[in-house]
């Protein structure tokens, strides 16, 4: 505790924490990646899952097991590929693809969300099928989207954003640091 302030000072992240103080207190996944190694806990499966196994290590308790590791079910597309080159199963949204999508739709081509979900359940539709998708949700993309929630920072900076409309960059980052730096709740006990 502060003694200038009375707020409460982020703890330094390690194997003395409990399993509660650790989910107090917003880490990045690369924060959590360093004790997750110190602790012999598996890294895999995303933050949210890394999380639950470093709270069970922290408590002493056996830990979810991690998600088997999976590989690509196949090849990944080279260039050059055209609206007739068929998506594979497992493919990803590569670079490769990125050049031609911006190629036939042009710069303002992104990676989202429907794009995304599109490749990745796409296998068997051709590149043409997906530059018709891209179109045919534009509307539907340029409303505004859920952010995930293993996106803590997205949403912090459309929410600040929206109630400062004025802010600068520099200004949003710097309330992201203060709100990351206080519990998420209070302790228990």
Not at 2 to 18: H, I, K, M, Q, V
Not at 35 to 48: D, F, H, N, P, Q
Not at 120 to 141: F, P, S, V
């Amino acid at each position: 505790m502060s003694s200038n302030t009375g707020a409460e000072t982020r703890p330094e992240l390690s194997a003395a924490l409990s399993g509660d103080e650790l989910s107090r207190w917003y880490w990045t996944l690369a924060e959590l990646t360093v004790l997750a190694r110190e602790l012999g806990v598996s890294r895999g499966g995303g933050k949210a899952a890394l999380t639950e196994r470093l709270q069970a290590a922290l408590d002493g308790v056996a830990p979810p097991d991690a998600p088997p590791r999976t590989r690509s079910t196949g090849r990944q597309l080279a260039a050059p590929v055209n609206g007739f080159t068929v998506i594979p199963a497992g493919q990803r949204c590569s670079q490769v693809l990125r050049a031609y999508f911006r190629r036939e739709i042009g710069e303002g081509f992104h990676f989202d969300a429907y794009m995304r979900r599109f490749v990745a359940e796409g296998a068997g539709r051709t590149l043409a099928d997906a530059i018709a998708h891209w179109h045919a949700t534009r509307q539907a993309a340029a409303q505004l989207q859920e952010i995930g929630s293993q996106f803590e920072l997205n949403r912090f900076l459309r929410d600040w954003c929206a109630e400062h409309p004025a802010g600068s960059r520099a200004e949003a980052l710097a309330a992201w640091r203060a709100q990351r730096d206080r519990p998420r709740r209070p302790a228990t006990g």
